[in-house]
């Protein structure tokens, strides 16, 4: 079973990176939708109809992934921990539900590209906050 220790090695090796990355991406995604370089229909279920409502959805999401990103630099040790090893477990938890949610959300959404894109995307963030939240040693250096 060395192969299967191995896996499991390079996945928890490799789950802090991958979460951040696609963090900074949906980040980057957004600035997008702000600037309107890309179309707003792609976002929130295509509900994001009017530029204010627009406005206020990129904010919301922007300061979340912000919050997330922050919780997640902590619980990967590349900040200052501010909370506690057991409380930064449970925001992972959270987190984990928070997006397993919004991959439910994907597959229902009313445009193509957000449930083609963002369903994967979301379902494997949510199984990498997962394993995060189960796995202490996940994402640090060994």
């Known amino acids: 079973m060395p192969i299967l ?14 979460l ?8 980057l995604y957004q600035i997008l939708v702000a600037s309107g370089q890309l179309s707003a229909a792609n976002t929130w ?8 409502s627009r406005k206020v959805g990129i904010a ?8 997330i990103l922050w919780l ?6 590349k900040l200052k921990a501010r909370l506690s090893s057991q409380a930064l477990n449970r925001w992972m938890f959270a987190i984990s ?8 959300g994907n597959m229902v959404a ?16 949510s199984i990498l906050f997962l394993i995060l939240a189960k796995y202490p040693e996940a994402g640090r250096k060994q």
């Open 45 to 52: 279920g295509g509900q994001l109809t009017d530029e204010n």
């Open 72 to 77: 997640l630099l902590m619980r990967l040790g």
């Open 110 to 125: 009313k445009n193509d590209l957000e449930q083609a894109l963002g369903t994967p995307i979301t379902g494997i963030a």
């Open 97 to 104: 539900a928070l997006f397993f949610l919004n991959t439910l």
């Open 20 to 27: 951040i990355l696609i963090l900074l991406l949906g980040m």
């Open 60 to 67: 919301v999401s922007l300061l979340i992934q912000t919050g």
């Open 5 to 18: 220790r191995l896996m499991k090695e390079y996945l928890l090796r490799w789950t802090g990176p991958a």
